[in-house]
């Protein structure tokens, strides 16, 4: 269907990141919408996850979906076929999204009739988790394949993201991946994490994921 | 055993990073050292390759690893535990190495005696795919669980890469992975790069990929 807006996003003008993704929350507090910022690495399975997280949840809530990325629109037309809104965003070569690009990304979609607008960051585990984007909360994927090593080598990412989705687990039996140890280093660097287990492909998990976040997403906008 | 120094790198101090990118090359040509330069997403498998590479060319070739990392030292000692010398590199929260920073990490680890130094960048497919290190070639791994659209939402990563590892082709049955995509995807971005298929794990195809980078590094330091 390829219905959705490609838009070049300028470098951001704020000075003051901190302040300027202050503003942002608040707007969305006051509009009822709640905006979550995905980040993971490239390929650990962002845009499977919510593709099967708006099957879940696209007749309980209006959800659009902002696609940031370097380059490409595959994702965005991956979104478009599930029926909801979306829109690519083009990073110009930056490896993050800051407050002030996802305002424009935010204007450019229109987002006052919706629920819930969920921001892909650019797949990067480091840049994106030092710049807040204005978001009511921070998810993260980390998939199987990864390790569970990755909370020591990226504990930024780990610390401000309120809920970590450890996806792919229909892989486990390949691959050399220990679920204490994982627990335990996430809650380690950050003790109030939501911790989901997860196959976006399977659906193992996702039914827990979505309750969780359509609790959040009703908590913001009551 | 865990011998290896941590550094913590400083922010680069030039202001043209090609040029000192080439003034580093020329120098490690005369000292006939060569400078690998190892990219990849987290979790891809840099350090499982590496001790796999270490293991076939060690008899052959002076090795030193230099590990880059925002924080931890897990790599270090797993590379230390092959037996080469190894030094770890904190980025001090940087999402990359440039020239300036990558010979801070030359001059600490001292590399006159070595054939081949592997510079194992940090998990990142956008920013260190911007800074020329001063490597003699640039490798990356793009992994099977990563997903075969990389080169679309990644193209610069692909084009300055002098070879493509394809690893962990032991997980095949697992995810839907196109060989001649991936290929098709890597040649149209940069028709000259090498290819390999390789399990780190289990060992397929790293004798092709060890014999391609024993000839680079004899080429370079005849």
């Not at 959800?63 to 965003?89: N, W």
């Not at 679920?179 to 950050?190: C, K, P, Q, S, T």
């Not at 609790?215 to 913001?220: N, S």
């Amino acid at each position: 269907m390829d219905e959705f807006k490609v838009i070049e996003i300028k470098r951001s003008v704020f000075e003051n990141n901190d302040k300027e993704a202050d503003r942002i929350r608040a707007r969305l507090k006051s509009e009822k919408t709640f905006l979550l910022n995905l980040m993971s690495s490239p390929g650990a399975g962002k845009t499977t996850t919510l593709k099967s997280t708006i099957a879940r949840l696209k007749d309980d809530l209006k959800i659009g979906v902002m696609e940031a990325d370097i380059d490409s629109d595959v994702d965005a037309k991956a979104i478009s076929d599930t029926g909801v809104r979306s829109i690519q965003l083009h990073t110009g070569g930056m490896c993050h999204l800051d407050a002030g690009m996802t305002e424009q990304g935010l204007d450019e979609f229109g987002t006052q009739d919706l629920d819930l607008v969920v921001l892909e960051n650019v797949g990067n585990l480091v840049c994106p988790a030092e710049f807040d984007t204005g978001s009511s909360k921070n998810a993260m994927i980390l998939s199987v394949p990864e390790g569970d090593d990755k909370p020591l080598k990226y504990p930024l990412m780990f610390t401000i993201s309120d809920v970590v989705l450890i996806n792919k687990i229909d892989t486990k039996s390949v691959f050399d991946f220990d679920d204490d140890a994982v627990v335990e280093r996430i809650h380690r660097l950050n003790p109030n994490a939501e911790i989901f287990f997860i196959s976006a492909k399977t659906g193992e998990g996702v039914d827990e994921w979505c309750a969780w976040l359509k609790a959040q997403v009703q908590e913001w906008n009551k």
